[in-house]
Structures are given as C-alpha cells and as structure tokens.
T-cell receptor
Framework: GQNIDQPTEMTATEGAIVQINCTYQ??????LFWYQQHAGEAPTFLSY????GLEEKGRFSSFLSRSKGYSYLLLKELQMKDSASYLC????????????FGTGTLLAVQP | GAVVSQHPSRVICKSGTSVKIECRSL??????MFWYRQFPKQSLMLMAT?????????EQGVEKDKFLINHASLTLSTLTVTSAHPEDSSFYIC???????????FGEGSRLTVL
C-alpha cells in the first residue's frame, strides 16, 4: 500500500528555522515533491528530490534518503507569510507516474 | 509560465443535480491529467488519472459512475459529479502533466458546495 506521513501541525517563531519531516512507504518511487498550500488555494511547487541528498533553493531546502524512505523540508528565516500547509508528495513508478500526497503539515508562524 | 485553468472556481448546487468542472492546460499539451479532492484541513486525495483518448483510471474507493471523467483533447479534461449530495462538497483540484517536459502543473481548484 501507499503510506506518506507528516506531522499534522507545527508552530514556529518568525525568524527561526523549522524542519518538517515526511516518511513514506510506496510501491515504486520516482521522486519526492514538496508543495506549499494556503487555505482555499491550489498547491504551489517548492522542491523536488529524486536522488539522495540536499537540494537548496533560497530559504527552502529539501533532503531525501531513499533507503530510509525519509525526507524533510527546511525553512529558514521564517516569515509570517510562511504560515501554510506543507505537503509532501511521492511520484510512483509506472506509466502514469501519479503523485500521491502525504497527510500535510499545517505550519503556524508566530511573531 | 505554463498555466492550468479550472472552471468554475466556485459552484453551489442543489442535491441531486450534476456539476461539471473543467480543467484546461492553456499553453501546453497534457496527455495525462489528475483529479484530486480535498476536504477541509485534509490533504489532497487522488481520485483518478485522466488519459487523453482513453478511459480514466480510478483510485480504490472512488465511484466511476458518480465521478465521470472525460479527456477528449490534449488540453481539456472534465470531471462531472453526478447526482451530487452534500457529502460531495469539497475542493476539487486538477493537475496536468506537460507531454513534452513531464512537468506537473496544478489548476486553481474548484470549490463545490452541495445544498
């Protein structure tokens, strides 16, 4: 079966660093994505990892360990506008390469 | 950049009626589109994979006769919620895969409220 787990909620302080973890067990693996979603809006692409290691993109970094079925999203210098849901998604193998989303983490950034 | 347009963005309908939601890729061809449903404070749940020119592939537990998917062209997929009930009220989001680059783009979502 498919299982992608994230913490349900997290709280962090403006200016700080926060790490959002994602563990997955899927049939097939062809990359892991992180998306940001504000309430009532569509997800916005943040990062993509297909090989082990760290991908850095400005204030956001994402790490992947395929052997451990684990990824994290690191947000630095937190801003109030970073308050949103963060979704981990795994692209399975096969012809359709469908994207399966994790449970999502609601991040609240406080002053 | 590439854009995926969903229409309508919001729809309110009476119980028992059918509602059609369109998903269009505006500047690229999409042989594959995906339909997701999202309930409040929950993540996106994949409903079905829509393939141009062929039948959609539905995820386990999704009724194919209730959620009709048509992908008649390389730029348009439609989701019809038939005989809608209040429990079908949700945020429906499509995504389209660029046939050339493989990149995935999301639509803006459609919020359905069934009274």
């Amino acid at each position: 079966g498919q299982n992608i787990d994230q913490p349900t909620e997290m709280t962090a302080t403006e200016g700080a660093i926060v790490q959002i973890n994602c563990t997955y067990q899927t049939s097939g693996f062809n990359g892991l994505f992180w998306y940001q979603q504000h309430a009532g809006e569509a997800p916005t692409f943040l990062s993509y990892n297909v090989l082990d290691g760290l991908e850095e993109k400005g204030r956001f970094s994402s790490f992947l360990s395929r052997s451990k079925g684990y990824s994290y999203l690191l947000l630095k210098e937190l801003q109030m506008k970073d308050s949103a849901s963060y979704l981990c998604a795994v692209r399975g193998g096969g012809a359709t390469n469908k994207l399966i989303f994790g449970t999502g983490t609601l991040l609240a950034v406080q002053p | 950049g590439a854009v995926v347009s969903q229409h309508p963005s919001r729809v309110i309908c009476k119980s028992g009626t059918s509602v059609k939601i369109e998903c269009r890729s505006l500047d690229f061809q999409a042989t594959t589109m995906f339909w997701y449903r999202q309930f409040p404070k929950q993540s996106l749940m994949l409903m079905a994979t829509s393939n141009e020119g062929s039948k959609a592939t539905y995820e386990q537990g999704v009724e194919k006769d209730k959620f009709l998917i048509n992908h008649a062209s390389l730029t348009l997929s439609t989701l019809t919620v038939t005989s809608a009930h209040p429990e079908d009220s949700s945020f429906y989001i499509c995504s389209a895969r660029d046939a050339h680059t493989g990149e995935l783009f999301f639509g803006e979502g459609s919020r359905l409220t069934v009274l």
